[in-house]
């Protein structure tokens, strides 16, 4: 059993910058983050491997989003720059423990999760 350990999340006006964190109770194979606004279904944000640090993201956060990971310290960072209203939701660090040839991006396909951490960005 990996326990999630989410951080970071905050209130920002829109053009500023956050970065979360998720700590990991021991080692997993790939870690991303997803979010979820009221209303909507949960979306795939970004996405990192643990061991060769390959990446995958949402269009909608490519160019402003950055995903990081520690691996000694079993955490994933996020990011945000240049934040916008619609980015605005309930944010979930999610974790694998097997390998997936293409990086996963469905909820589906991640067995932990974490509690999730609000990020609210104001016009």
């Known amino acids: 059993q990996v326990q999630l350990v989410e951080s970071g999340g905050g209130l920002v006006q829109a053009g500023a910058s956050l970065r979360l964190s998720c700590a990991a109770s021991?080692?997993?194979?790939?870690m991303g983050w997803f979010r979820q606004a009221p209303g909507k279904e949960r979306e795939f944000v970004a996405a990192i491997r643990g061991g060769s640090g390959s990446t995958a993201y949402a269009d909608s956060v490519k160019c402003r989003f950055t995903i990081s990971r520690d691996n000694p310290k079993n955490t994933v960072y996020l990011q945000m720059n240049s934040l916008k209203p619609e980015d605005t939701a309930v944010y979930y660090c999610?974790?694998?423990?097997?390998?997936?040839?293409?990086?996963?991006?469905?909820?589906?396909?991640?067995?932990?999760w974490g509690q999730g951490t609000q990020v609210t960005v104001s016009s």
């Open positions: 999610a974790a694998r423990l097997s390998f997936r040839p293409l990086i996963p991006t469905s909820p589906s396909q991640y067995q932990y």
């Open positions: 021991g080692s997993t194979s790939t």
